[in-house]
């Protein structure tokens, strides 16, 4: 029986178009392509995510490979990463109802330690009862042991959750370790007719 509803991050609660927002820090959109290439695609990125990379240790190691002109707009997209978001369509009146039903309601994401600086502008962020950002315990999702560690953190079981996430290996993951989950498109209707089939009624 699921008892806990579990949210990715990007693509899920907030758009995250990560070429259009490199893009959207250059001054070209070759530089925006560069930039999407050498950080958000380069290794550094995970290492953030991860939580063995500060904002400021990734930003310099990221320069090594870009030309001095785009230093600057490096240290930018880390300062800016999420700050200004806009919300999946219908994805906090899923959350809020589903949070009045009597449902728990968490976050499972992969990303930085920034994430504490804007939280509070995420969709329905009052309503989740527990979130669980990659930095703070240095586990990502896929890996099975991110999935066993947030439910012993929060006191769940796995057979009572489900997992929303727009990356279709994570919600293997989760399904791996226990869970049910749902890869999502954006298209929220979509989730909750899956939510309804499994049960889940709000």
Not at 86 to 107: M, N, S, T
Request: proline share 3%; charged share 25%; with cysteine.
């Amino acid at each position: 029986m699921i008892k806990n509803l579990v949210f990715d991050m990007g693509n899920v609660l907030v758009h995250d178009d990560m070429p259009a927002f490199a893009r959207a820090c250059a001054e070209s959109d070759a530089d925006g392509e560069l930039l999407y290439a050498e950080l958000m695609e380069g290794p550094e990125w995970k290492e953030w995510d991860r939580g063995t990379m500060n904002t400021d240790e990734m930003v310099a190691s990221v320069n090594k490979r870009l030309p001095e002109r785009l230093h600057a707009n490096c240290a930018a997209i880390g300062a800016k990463w999420h700050m200004e978001t806009q919300d999946v369509d219908g994805i906090e009146d899923l959350i809020r109802r589903a949070k009045a039903a009597g449902y728990g309601i968490y976050l499972l994401s992969n990303t930085a330690d920034t994430y504490w600086l804007y939280r509070e502008h995420l969709p329905a962020i009052d309503c989740f009862d527990g979130e669980y950002v990659s930095a703070d315990h240095h586990l990502v999702k896929p890996y099975l042991e991110v999935y066993y560690d947030f439910c012993r953190r929060f006191r769940l079981s796995a057979e009572e959750c489900w997992f929303t996430d727009d990356t279709r290996v994570n919600v293997l993951g989760a399904i791996a370790a226990g869970w049910q989950g749902f890869w999502f498109h954006k298209d929220v209707p979509a989730l909750e007719a899956a939510l309804n089939a499994a049960g889940v009624n709000f």
